[in-house]
């Protein structure tokens, strides 16, 4: 299940840096480990099974040197073919548990490279979005200067013609 990973520590480290890099290194392999296997671990459960049939064979082993007239070659042979089932079950259970945990892992995998290209398509989607919005304020600032320009102008205009139309009359 741990494919023999090993990880080293420095139990005599007073650098904290260095003990929280190293405690993060240790969750992350942990972690990675957990995925890799289905996220099944090694649970009392699965130990009780073994137990219980490693106890099993044993029983069998001892009910086959008890038996009556059976020589001990005969009790060393069957002790050796139960032996011998034992371990192609144990190399059964293995292989199983290896195909599972790495079907799981591909199968996990592949979701989340889709779940990654889904969100840098979203977020390549909101980019363009954010691009033709500031392009769109952009164009609208412009007009406004436009018409700010034009009625500053028109204003001036105004001014002037009111300027030239005031008549220095008196009325009597």
């Known amino acids: 299940m741990c494919k023999n990973r ?6 005599t480290s007073k650098d904290m840096i260095k003990r929280e890099e190293q405690v993060n290194e240790l969750l992350s392999l942990v972690e990675f480990v957990i995925v890799e296997n289905g996220e099944n671990s090694y649970s009392n459960k699965t130990f009780a099974e073994h137990k219980e049939e490693v106890l099993f064979q044993r029983q069998k082993v001892k009910e086959v040197e008890d038996k009556e007239g059976c020589s001990k070659e005969e009790s060393s042979e069957e002790s050796i073919k139960s032996y011998d089932d034992q ?3 144990v190399i059964e259970i293995v292989k199983e548990m290896v ?8 199968e996990q995998l592949a979701k989340k490279q889709a779940a990654q290209l889904e969100a840098e398509e979203r977020v390549a989607r909101l980019e363009a979005e954010r691009t033709v919005q500031e392009s769109l304020k952009d164009e609208e600032i412009q007009k406004r200067d436009e018409q700010i320009q034009k009625l500053t102008e028109d204003l001036n205009v105004s001014r002037k013609q009111n300027a030239e139309a005031k008549c220095d009359c008196a009325i009597l």
């Not at 090993?6 to 139990?11: H, K, L, M, Q, W």
């Not at 195909?99 to 591909?106: H, I, K, M, R, S």
């Open 87 to 89: 371990q192609k079950r």
């Open 6 to 11: 090993i990880i080293v520590f420095d139990n």
């Open 99 to 106: 195909e599972f945990c790495t079907g799981g892992f591909w």
